[in-house]
């Protein structure tokens, strides 16, 4: 089940063991070898240079004893010479015999070097009167370059000791840390306790990562099953919501009219919300990555508004210490967002407000135009929210006084605002009362065809 | 272009001893030395460092040991009186010095034979190996001149050679004019010298009238010509010199089988010959060798000089050869430093032309200046039997002839230094010599007329003299 097993890690120990190393290795003797031989071709042009210095000067000084017959004098100047180290052998030959003899090189014909010259009488080179050649050994040059390499072959043995010590001491480490990289794929979570601090940032930083993906994928499975069900819940409903619609225009006479609409408004919207649920879970099982899409269509803020204010202002008649007014200078203004979702989110904000006036107090939600965007405010005198609250009361989970409340409302009601490009504010005081803005952006085009949901409300208003 | 030279007024050459001309084989004095060289050509040659180098002959072989020398001689040379120069002309020439008994012979005296097979191919035999015999063969003495020729002092051209200069009388002056004969002829640059003689036999005072040029010019010879107007304009730089002087326990003297008294008289030498040195600042010299070649001691080692009561005093001859010592003399009360040694001086003095008459004379030390003529330890010792008229090897003793055999004939020319260097020595341990003082040499003359490359040599070669 593991990406990374035991056999496979060895292989890269193995790569870098058996390839990097040799590699290193080759690349370095390559390099140690041109150096040798640089040192070699500069100290040979050295070395050429002083023997011919050194020959110039014996051919002067074994020339005068040679014209002075003085040959043992010649003898005993090459022999002098031949002490250097460097010179294998010595030739004097003079026009009536051979002065000095080269018997046996000291060395193979590899290193040698020859030099000879005539010599003459006058310095014009007009009378001959003899011979020289001096051949230097320079096979010591040779060796040198061996001798050389061999110095750096130690050198690189001994890197070669410390980069398969230094790699051996780091891939184990690299081993435990994948091993426990492993752990973590191979049980698709993360024991915090028993997971080692991590010495390798960027391993510690994929086991991070992989943690949340994990925490990520749990959630959206569990995000899907919890959708699954709400399907099944809205497809149930479909049916009994027909039948209550269908039983409402029956009863259409016997029926307050304002109470008719207020039913009939609600069972639209239970039927709308049931259909977005069904088109949700349809769109997130088609979305490959699994992202619900988000729906840009315009629809009239002024309408959609008016049509929940109603529903509520009917729901407070139970509570006659409680008003709601609502004030609007937003006809033929569009929002590009779902009016459903639209709805959902004033509905839970306006009974967020009744919530805290509880028995008796004022809603005022009102309805701007500021700038591009359209402003809805939702005033309450309520009991308000401490500051501490208020800090953390978009964020997920956060709540404020209802007993059953897991703080889910306003944080998808933030969620859906921001993905349409909206905002939402909230300001309060304890014991003064909040205020709830949401700033959305108005829609430009006014040419597509409005929402089905908004014309459903205009019928339901017009009814 | 020549003929313009030759129109130009000869430059005046100086100074020539009284006794020039005269036959080669009897010239001893370095001023006469160098004239010859100007006039002869000597069969090898050396340059500046004393190096041997080709002269007449061209190249050569050493066999059987260094016992034979084979010659090749140049075939471009002709004489001045248009005879072509050959082999058996050297041959006359060598064996003419060496039967003359001239002052070379002493170094020649290991030849035994000559031979010239060819007109271009001389053979010279020696009868021991002989390290010096190149050398001593490149002498201006031993310069070559025609087979069958003899000196004719009458004669306006007594000296016959294929140097570069022919001596020629004109009037009652001696010329010397470039040899059309020789190689580059057209390239010297000073055609005609006119030679300017000592005004004494002594070779101590110069001529009234100043020459253009002057090499081989000794101290006294300077001092000299200091004193003539027109010296301001000359100019004086130092020539290389071999020279020097030493004073010798004479083998004729009366005294020279006593130790003792060659002890004490040997001992008031070092005494004047130091205090002289001092009191003159000359540079004393350091044995027979003298500095800068080969076998010199490098410092003097004298023996310790003692003085006692003497009752009475005993006659000393001190022999002084030519005019070197007179301004020694002049500035030292050698009579009374003598007088502290039980000694009464006789002094006598020999002119260099009468060298001959020495021991005659009976000398008990003889106090003489010489150049070994070339740059070899035996130039100076060979040369001694002028002074001393008796055998080296006799006069040394059978001890130290041995060993002067061995350095003659070394190879090893270290081993040959260090064995002179030991001749020298001994000398001096057995109080035979007193080193005496080196006698510095100048070239003075215009100062168009001097350059570095004429300084460098021994004996000075004219044709190199440029009139700038």
Known sequence: MGIFRKSQTRSIQIYFLRIFIPIVLLVSTAISGLLAWNDYQVNKASRLDSQKLTFETFAAVVRQPLIQGSLIEARIRANELAQNSQISCIEIKSISETIQSCNKLKTSSSGLHRMDTDLYFSDDASNWMGHISITFDNSDLIAGIW?????????????????????????????????????????????????????????????????????????????KAALDVARQVAHDIRSPIVSLQVALNAAQVQLDPTIKGVLNHSAQRISDIANEVISQYTASNKSSEGQVTIQKLPMSVDLALNEMVAEKILMCRQTPQVSMHTKSNVEDTFVEMQVSDFKRIISNLIDNALYAVSERGNIDVNCTRIANECCISILDNGSGISEAVLKTILEKGGSFGKPNGKGLGLQWAKKTIEKHNGRILISSQEGIGTEVRIFLPMSMNRNVKVQTGVQLSLAAKEA | MTSTLSAASPKKYGYVPPTFPRDPAEVNQFAEHIVLGQILEPMVDTDKLGNVTPGLAESWTFEDKGLTIKFKIRKDRVFSNGKKLEAKDIKYTIDRVIQKKSQSSNFLGSISSIEAPGSDSLIIRLREPNVSILKALSRDQAGVVPIDWNFDKESSEPLIGSGPYRLLKKGTNWNLEVNGKFPKASDISIREWKLVFFADHDLNVPAIGLPDYVPGATLSTKTGMQKVSGFEKLKTVSQISYAQTSAWWHPHGAHFNSAEMRSRAMGLIEEILAKGCKKLELERATGVIPKGVAGHLAVTDAPKVTHKKYEKTEPLRLAFVGATFDDFLKGNDVQAIAKEHGFQIEIIKVSPSEMGKVAEKKPDVIFAGWAGGFNDPEGFIALLPTFLGKDFGTYIGPAMAEKYKRARQEENWTVRSELFQQINAQLRKDQLMVPGWRIPFYIIGQTNMISEEATFRYTPRLHLVKDL
């Open chain 1, 147 to 223: 001798k050389n390499v061999g110095k750096n072959a130690i050198g690189l043995v001994l890197l070669a000791v410390i980069l398969f010590a230094g790699l051996s001491i780091g891939f184990s480490r690299i081993r435990i840390e994948l091993n426990e990289l492993m752990k973590i794929l191979e049980t698709q979570t993360s024991d915090k306790k028993r997971t080692p601090k991590f010495k390798i940032s960027e391993f510690s930083s994929l086991a991070q990562n992989l943690s949340y993906q994990f925490e990520v994928s749990k959630a959206a499975a569990e995000a």
